[in-house]
């Protein structure tokens, strides 16, 4: 059973920095595509970004784009999403995915098989 953890959420300033990983268990990333949702209070889960693992090709949603960064360790079965210049906007629950694919970084949450816990980020002004 596959399972993905999420750590290193928390709470930051406006303009601050956090990094979170997610590792995974009983299975691995290297054949598939990573995505990163995060999910605000009364609003729909939202893609913010997503590795290919095979070629490390990234996509981001418009909003994060330049300010967002993921990255993947090979030998330690771990996708990382680096967040500088944080935003109030930005606070959530952050969740890191699985899909089966390991072709198309989908934005699509539904195209997503296996899902972490989510942690918390909450920026403040």
């Known amino acids: 059973q596959v399972q993905l953890v999420e750590s290193g959420g928390g709470l930051v300033q406006t303009g601050g920095s956090l990094r979170l990983s997610c590792a995974a268990s009983g299975g691995t990333f290297s054949r598939y595509v990573m995505g990163w949702f995060r999910q605000a209070p009364g609003k729909e889960r939202e893609f913010v970004g997503g590795i290919r693992w095979t070629d490390g090709f990234t996509r981001y949603a418009d909003s994060v784009k330049g300010r967002f960064t993921i990255s993947r360790d090979n030998a330690k079965n771990a996708v990382y999403l680096q967040m500088s210049s944080l935003k109030v906007e930005d606070t959530a629950v952050y969740y890191c995915?699985?899909?089966?694919?390991?072709?198309?970084?989908?934005?699509?949450?539904?195209?997503?098989?296996?899902w972490g816990q989510g942690t918390q980020v909450t920026v403040s002004s």
């Open positions: 995915a699985r899909r089966t694919s390991a072709v198309v970084v989908s934005t699509d949450p539904t195209d997503y098989n296996y």
